[in-house]
């Protein structure tokens, strides 16, 4: 049982997407130990597709049916269901790099007493708002990142590119928050492992492409629902972090630089380089709005229940 893992993948309703993701798991080096396929009530040809898929591969694979709708939901249902030791969550929309597999298995066997792995996703698509949202979510990663690879603040845990040592979950009672919007429940489920003493890495060599909003329209939507929604997450765990001294970074001198690095090897035109860096000033423009008016609201608030 030791070394081995189990990789879930969670989906509704995106058989085409799915279909890529299970292609992808068939190309391995090194092929899963079991393949769990959560399908969050779909109604469309998931379950066929994953029948077909399971009589033609040499591995395990288990269809498991998630009735209540909700990614955390189905989540925990593979944190419940999941045979093995260690386990692996992939997004349907994800593509993992051939070496995916052997990479986790090298670090599980190198540091067994590690409770998370935190890999790297990388955009599968090169535009600017993919380019931009996949810039945001990593200066959050790495301000809390040593330059040994462990981390600081595990709230940076992002299931679809984090494999989960279950005997620290199961032992602890750890699970997603099924009552939190999905953009924040991985900072919760990663505060948990926190609160619990657990500790985790950082490994860039674990990569997943993933798709990300690929219009500024999604772009937008997107990032108001994750920054509305991580504000909420911070409001709940404040009184801990605050005890725990668990601080959020913010060095200016390493986003430029990660900016710049980050420029440089998505080889970014004199355009692409300005566009890209307008997105993105304008993206941290927003948030701290967003963050104002989130602490006014709270503000507000409190002064009603004091008055009542």
């Not at 990614?71 to 593979?78: D, L």
């Not at 890999?119 to 979510?137: H, K, W, Y």
């Not at 999905?182 to 060599?205: A, E, N, R, V």
């Amino acid at each position: 049982m030791k070394n081995k893992i189990s990789v879930a993948i969670v989906t509704r309703n995106r058989a085409s997407d799915l279909i890529q993701c299970l292609g992808a798991l068939v190309c391995q080096s090194q092929k899963p130990d079991e393949l769990l396929i959560i399908d969050n009530n779909s109604t469309d040809k998931t379950k066929s597709i994953v029948q077909h898929f399971s009589r033609a591969v040499s591995f395990p694979v288990r269809y498991i049916k998630e009735q209540t709708i909700g990614y955390t939901y189905a989540c925990n249902k593979a944190l419940r269901s999941a045979t093995y030791e260690w386990l692996a969550f992939i997004d349907d929309d994800c593509i993992p790099t051939s070496s995916w597999i052997k990479e986790m298995k090298h670090y599980i066997k190198k540091y067994p007493q590690m409770s998370v792995f935190v890999g790297q996703a990388i955009p599968s698509v090169r535009g600017i708002p993919e380019l931009s949202m996949n810039f945001i979510d990593d200066i959050g990663k790495i301000q809390n990142i040593t330059s040994t690879g462990n981390i600081t603040d595990l709230e940076i845990v992002d299931p679809k590119c984090s494999i989960f040592n279950l005997s620290f979950i199961r032992r602890h009672a750890i699970a997603f928050n099924e009552t939190v919007h999905i953009q924040s429940s991985d900072c919760d489920l990663g505060m948990q492992i926190q609160q619990k003493k657990g500790c985790g890495l950082y490994t860039p060599k674990i990569i997943i492409s993933h798709t990300y909003p690929h219009s500024y329209s999604s772009y937008y939507k997107k990032l108001y629902i994750k920054t509305w929604n991580h504000l909420k997450y911070e409001y709940r765990w404040t009184k801990y972090r605050k005890k725990q001294k668990i601080e959020y970074h913010k060095n200016i001198m390493n986003v430029l630089h990660h900016y710049f690095k980050y420029s440089k090897h998505y080889k970014l035109s004199l355009f692409q380089y300005f566009l890209f860096l307008n997105t993105v000033a304008l993206s941290y423009g927003i948030v701290k709005i967003f963050r104002l008016f989130f602490l006014f609201n709270r503000f507000l608030f409190k002064i009603k229940s004091f008055h009542i």
